[in-house]
């Protein structure tokens, strides 16, 4: 039922005109139900739409073929197909709520606070003698002898260390002072090692045959995007031809992309497997970095990497219908 709604979908974005958006959902469709001969019937009337007369031969006898295998009428497989019946939902009764359980009530404890007595403490009064009399007067002279044995004691342990560094002036406030260390030399930074720059591709890279850079530059160029070709890039082995970075920016997303240009459209087929409908594929024994999807048209491949927003259906447009 899945593939139905996708084959009727594309039938009605094909209707409005609206031909990319039904070549999408068909790719998608193939790719997860790639024996539906339906659908390769349906992209054929697209590729028909957007003169791309050799794809939509290829998928006409695809969907014959699987048509006879399925045991399909071609006048089934070409017709536009019903839209699948939904069976109504059962109204579900309404859900009564159900009352909480009624709590018993609590009874708290009744808490006494036992009452604390704080104990009576007496301050013992001190006497102080009377202004003028003898005993304030020994009190006073007892506080200037202790003072005086006080300068004595000091006065004695100066002259011990007369002849030692120790500085013992106590209204000299320098010699408690620490030392200031010497600042510590800072240590050269280390030489910083340049990073080689990226290898640029060399000019036989963009050359190709019937297309070249330069014709997918136009192609992209025409649909308002601003391309930048970069370095080669990684993570690609095992492939005949190098690729090399493409950036493409738009108003509404970028795209990231490795494209790889042949010298002729027979040179791809030594490192892919290129079925008609789907999707290329690295033959054994060849690696690619991570990606989104894959692009061929005629000698190149392009492998996007990422994409944000409506670059990547704007480049593949203008991939597709590029010049040479």
Request: net charge neutral.
């Amino acid at each position: 039922m899945l593939v139905e709604r996708k084959n009727a979908e594309a039938r009605r974005l094909a209707a409005r005109g609206r031909l990319r958006d039904a070549l999408n959902t068909l790719n998608e469709a193939i790719y997860t139900t790639p024996g539906y001969p339906h659908l390769y019937a349906t992209r054929a009337i697209v590729f028909d739409r957007l003169g791309m007369f050799p794809q939509a031969e290829a998928d006409r006898d695809r969907a014959l073929n699987l048509a006879r295998e399925g045991g399909y009428t071609e006048e089934e497989v070409f017709a536009d197909p019903e839209p699948p019946r939904e069976r109504p939902a059962a109204p579900r009764a309404p859900r009564t709520p159900r009352a909480p359980p009624a709590l018993p009530p609590v009874h708290l404890p009744r808490v006494s606070i036992p009452r604390v007595e704080m104990p009576h403490v007496q301050i013992p009064r001190v006497t102080l003698p009377p202004p003028g009399s003898r005993a304030e007067l020994m009190v006073v002279l007892t506080a200037i002898g202790g003072l005086a044995g006080v300068v004595l004691l000091l006065f004695l342990v100066g002259r011990a260390f007369s002849d030692s560094d120790v500085n013992l002036n106590l209204f000299d406030f320098q010699s408690f002072q620490a030392a200031t260390p010497a600042p510590e030399a800072t240590p050269a930074p280390a030489a910083v090692t340049a990073t080689p720059p990226p290898p640029t591709p060399p000019p036989e890279v963009f050359a190709g045959s019937p297309y070249s850079f330069a014709s997918l530059q136009n192609a992209w160029q025409g649909k308002g995007l601003t391309v930048a070709a970069g370095a080669v890039s990684g993570g690609f082995n095992g492939f005949k031809k190098p690729a090399f970075d493409v950036n493409l920016a738009h108003t509404g997303g970028n795209a990231a992309l490795s494209v790889l240009i042949y010298g002729s459209p027979d040179e791809p087929k030594e490192d892919w497997d290129l079925p008609s409908g789907s999707r290329p594929a690295p033959k054994e024994g060849r690696s690619l970095p991570g990606h989104e999807t894959i692009w061929w048209n005629s000698n190149v491949i392009v492998v996007v990497r990422n994409s944000s927003g409506d670059a990547n259906n704007t480049a593949l447009e203008a991939f597709l219908n590029a010049s040479p």
